[in-house]
């Protein structure tokens, strides 16, 4: 597969693991047949973390494999044993790795730095086991909470690659030819002039080192005047370690020869400027064309006086590449040696709102109109907390509406105008929907104990229980208005 530019780009959908969910289970011993609750908790489930290996130079690994999912975590079980964990993916990235939410385009990281890392997808958090949830009010719960889910998102991971070699020279030296003869790049050749119109890019590996070489399109005399395409191109260069000169040596033209081709070229460079202090090597190329290879053998000495190591190489034949691949690693790793290392950034970054900023949550009155209105509820941790709620377990829904009134929910949608039996959403899309029964009235007359929860009785029509709570609340006040209710027998 060719690399058709110098942006490596691939989508990757990553899927953190489900939590376990919690346990609830009471012990059980001989003679003693009601013993505390011992359910334990779930175990959180894996994330996908991007790490910055700075040993990899391209995304071609995740070209292969396009979706990523961490484990689950386990659920918890009886006798306080709780379930264990979902394992990690530790994905490797390149340095310089951008990540973005596919879906939304918004940039999440921009991972820079050996071991620079982004939990990309969460694990869900393990569901409390009934153990867990026990207190001094509540000995002795019949529930637990549920596992979470992972998070789920489709990311972009983009390169900006940074070549380590550039090829310079005249067009239909073998440039794009040399790319295509040491590495797995298959750029465009052909016998006329200005074939690459943007840089090629391959990955090579020699020994140990692993590096990038482009190709930049062919220079020509007064490239730097606007003659010709390659010049512009040079700034692709810019921060590469090492320049290599590709010379062709048999072709005749007019005016050119080898050493004429790399003053042209030189001239070129120093017009561009800021490549001055690059190390360079010079490619004599076509030496599989006989002439070519006497013609070499001719300038030879020539081109090394100027104080660089020379190279005989044919990209048809294979003749001196591997020499010249080994010479251009060493340059590589001398300029990564001598370059400071770059401070490891180890900020994990998550995706998603900041958590635990700004109110716990927002009300809104949405969709006023025929299909009546709803009042909808978003925060992180209500919209958690239903998810945590098993609604088959009546006293887990009592429990989630004791943390909801906690934080002030049911105070606000009474501030807001809420009646009972208005509908309430908790959460976007996914939103769990609930018929609007205040605990607490207006006044603060405590009316109904937790547990016997009112919206579970799903027959029984809310306007219906709105009227039976009413009645109920009418019925205490006249009767202490009237004296006769015995709200405290002890007083
Ligand atoms: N005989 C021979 N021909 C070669 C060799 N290397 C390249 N060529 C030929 O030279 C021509 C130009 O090769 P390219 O690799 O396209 O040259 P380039 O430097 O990338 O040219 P531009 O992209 O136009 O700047 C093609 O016809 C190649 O087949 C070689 O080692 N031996
Ligand atoms: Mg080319």
Redesign the pocket.
């Known amino acids: 597969m060719a690399i058709p530019s110098f942006v490596d780009r691939v989508t990757l959908r990553v899927q953190g693991g489900n939590g376990g969910h919690g346990c609830a289970s009471v012990h059980r011993e001989k003679f003693k047949p009601l013993g505390g609750p011992d359910g334990g908790n779930g175990g959180d489930g894996g994330s996908i973390v991007l790490r910055v290996d700075p040993n990899l130079t391209t995304l071609v690994e995740f070209h292969r494999q396009s979706v990523r999912r961490a484990t689950n975590g386990q659920p918890g079980r009886g006798d306080h044993q709780a379930g264990s964990r979902g394992e990690d993916v530790v994905l490797s990235v390149p340095d310089g790795t951008v990540v973005t939410d596919a879906d939304s385009g918004t940039v999440l990281a921009d991972l820079t730095g050996a071991g620079a890392e982004l939990v990309v997808a969460a694990g869900g958090k393990g569901g409390l086991g009934n153990a867990a949830l026990a207190s001094s009010s509540r000995k002795a719960p019949g529930f637990a909470l549920l596992g979470e889910e992972g998070e789920e998102l489709l990311i972009a991971l983009e390169l900006k690659v940074v070549a380590d070699v550039g090829l310079v020279?005249?067009?239909?030296?073998?440039?794009?030819?040399?790319v295509a003869a040491i590495s797995r790049a298959r750029?465009?050749?052909?016998?006329?002039?200005?074939?690459?119109l943007i840089p090629n890019l391959g990955v090579v590996v020699a020994g140990e080192t692993t590096f990038t070489v482009a190709?930049v399109?062919?220079l020509i005399e007064g490239a730097s005047e606007g003659r010709g395409l390659?010049f512009d191109f040079l700034r692709h260069i810019e921060r590469c370690a090492a320049l290599v000169h590709?010379i062709d040596t048999?072709t005749y033209l007019p005016g050119r020869d080898p050493l004429s081709d790399l003053d042209v070229i030189e001239a070129e460079l120093a017009a561009h400027g800021g490549l001055e202090d690059r190390p360079r090597l010079v490619a004599l190329?076509?030496?599989?064309?006989p002439d070519a290879a006497e013609l070499a053998e001719i300038v030879h000495a020539d081109v090394a006086a100027r104080g660089w190591p020379v190279f005989v190489?044919?990209?048809?034949?294979g003749q001196g590449l591997n020499e010249l691949i080994f010479a251009m690693a060493e340059l590589v790793s001398a300029r990564r040696a001598a370059q400071p290392a770059a401070e490891p950034a180890r900020i994990v970054l998550r995706p998603g709102p900041a958590r635990g900023t700004g109110p716990e949550f927002t009300i809104d009155r949405q969709g006023d109109g025929d299909g009546g209105f709803v009042w909808r509820v978003k925060g992180s941790k209500p919209e958690r907390w239903v998810r945590q709620t098993d609604f088959g377990n009546p006293e887990a829904v009592g429990y989630l509406a004791d943390r909801l009134n906690r934080i002030g929910i049911e105070n606000k949608l009474l501030d807001l105008g809420a009646r009972a039996g208005d509908a309430v959403a908790i959460g976007g899309e996914d939103a769990v929907v609930f018929d609007f029964a205040p605990q607490v009235d207006v006044g603060a007359e405590i009316l109904s104990r937790r547990g016997e929860d009112q919206r579970l009785e799903e027959d029984r029509p809310a306007a219906q229980r709105r009227r039976s709570k009413d009645a109920d609340y009418h019925a205490r006040r006249e009767a202490r208005e009237a004296g006769g209710w015995d709200e405290d027998p002890g007083a």
């Open positions: 020279g005249y067009p239909s030296a073998g440039k794009s030819s040399l750029p465009k050749i052909a016998d006329y002039p200005f074939t690459t190709d399109p062919g390659g590709v048999a190329n076509k030496a599989d064309v190489v044919s990209t048809k034949s």
